[in-house]
């Protein structure tokens, strides 16, 4: 994905967060949100292997080997981190604890559910902690692109894959638009500038119920 | 109260069959004298217990690469092509675990209970074949406590009465898996004397760890 998308994606993620808030943000396009959290807005990021408080990668040669994040990248701890183990991870996961999680998805439908671990025939690399973080996070956000790689919409009526969780995203926001899973149905809340809403309309499968306040 | 062993020693132990929870998380925080051990001794058809299938050269990837494993409860294991291969040509059997699932069941084997009630999982594969209890109007999926027979963990330091501390994102699964060996062989920096540990900052207690190995420099 152009980094300019990328980047549009996180800042437009950070807009939801408050201050205060307890954070997990997935691997991949979910973790450029930390890019933009506006200042004097201090978020605190979890990260599920057993920190919270995460600070930013550390400068080249400053790696500690004991201290990574859950994709495997090396971080660093802000003053104010706490380190515990995995059990209390997950419980502050599965507990609703956290106030946002952040993922990627391969699909995500009408009713909030989500999939994005395996393709069956194709790859399974697990699930990991998605299971436990959609499940359990107080609010659910899928970043994505809103078409894969072949123009087919991610955005659909009901997910084909097997599904990470049923019915708890809350928001999905793509490069086109911000979407809220409603009780009536996918809400299209906005539009982004190069878009129109017909273009979005056109290239998502689920139904769409256009806001009256769309941006 | 706990012996000091050898990697060597420790791999001994392990048998055929034998059922290990590793910890670590992708590599770090794994045991990884003990499990380059397990590799010398070449003893097969295990079954591993373990958040991560690790790096082909890291971790406990190594044993997947050495053709030891015939049995797998694991989270995660997109980061070890080796693994898939055996899975899809059915050289190793696994069960995918979600992450906090795999914890709260291997803890409920290590603190006496027979298995745990969560949320996670349900309307999803991982709810299949599995009994669904409601308690107050919620749905929660019964999920089995997993033994095993060894749990081989690492650790920053021990004390000689067996205590340990952790260091930073290596604590991961370890405190957790501690507990949930029959037998518990713990790979550490260094043994110090009693007493020169805060008894505040203990993670482990002692009680829990059968065998040290301390990690060869």
């Known amino acids: 994905m152009a980094l300019d998308k990328r980047a549009r994606i996180g800042a437009r993620i950070a807009q939801e967060l408050k201050d205060g808030d307890y954070v997990n943000l997935g ?13 004097g807005v201090h978020v605190i990021f979890q990260s599920e292997n057993g920190i919270m408080g995460t600070g930013p990668a550390p400068a080249e040669g400053e790696e500690d080997q004991d201290m990574i994040n859950a994709g495997g990248g090396f971080i660093t701890a802000l003053p104010g981190a706490a380190f515990f183990d995995s059990a209390i991870s997950f419980g502050i ?41 959609v499940t359990g996070a107080k609010t659910v956000i899928v970043a994505m692109e809103h078409v894969d790689k072949k123009g087919n919409s991610k955005v659909l009526k009901e997910c084909t894959l097997p599904l990470t969780a049923k019915g708890r995203v809350s928001l999905i926001i793509t490069d086109m638009a911000v ?8 809400l299209l809340k906005e539009v982004s ?10 290239a998502t499968e689920a139904d769409l119920i256009i806001a009256d306040n769309l941006k | 109260m706990f012996k000091q062993i050898t990697a060597a020693e420790a791999a001994a132990m392990i048998q055929p069959h034998s059922r290990l929870a590793i910890g670590g998380f992708l590599a770090v925080g794994a045991p990884e004298g003990i499990i380059d051990a397990i590799v010398a001794a ?19 990837g190594k044993l997947v690469v050495n053709h030891q494993l015939k049995s797998a409860q694991v989270s995660h294991t997109g980061t070890n092509r080796e693994i898939q291969n055996q899975m899809n040509s059915g050289e190793i059997q696994v069960e995918l675990v979600p992450q906090g699932t795999l914890m709260e069941r291997c803890r409920a084997f290590g603190m006496g209970l027979g298995g745990v009630l969560t949320p996670t999982g349900l309307g999803t594969v991982v709810e299949e074949g599995k009994q669904i209890i409601n308690l107050d109007g919620k749905d929660y999926i019964l999920e089995p406590a997993i033994p095993s027979d060894f749990a081989l963990i690492c650790a920053h330091k021990a004390d000689k009465s067996g205590n340990l501390v952790f260091r930073k994102t290596a604590r991961n699964s370890n405190p957790i898996m501690a507990m949930a060996g029959k037998i518990t062989i713990v790979e550490v920096d260094e043994i110090v004397e009693s007493g020169e540990l805060d008894p505040e900052a203990i993670v482990t207690p002692g009680v829990f760890v059968d065998y040290i190995v301390v990690k060869e420099a």
């Open chain 1, 27 to 39: 691997i991949g396009l979910p973790t450029e949100t930390a890019n933009h959290i506006p200042p």
């Open chain 1, 93 to 133: 996961i599965r507990g609703g604890h956290l106030d946002f999680t952040v993922l990627g998805a391969l699909q995500v439908d009408q009713h909030g559910n989500l999939a994005n671990w395996m393709i069956p025939g194709k790859i399974i690399p697990g699930m990991g902690g998605a299971m436990d973080l």
């Open chain 1, 179 to 186: 979407m809220e899973v409603t009780p009536e149905g996918l």
């Open chain 1, 193 to 202: 500038e190069e878009f129109t809403v017909e273009d979005v309309v056109n």
């Open chain 2, 42 to 60: 070449g003893t097969r058809d295990l079954h591993m217990i373990v958040i991560a299938s690790d790096w082909e050269d890291r971790g406990v």
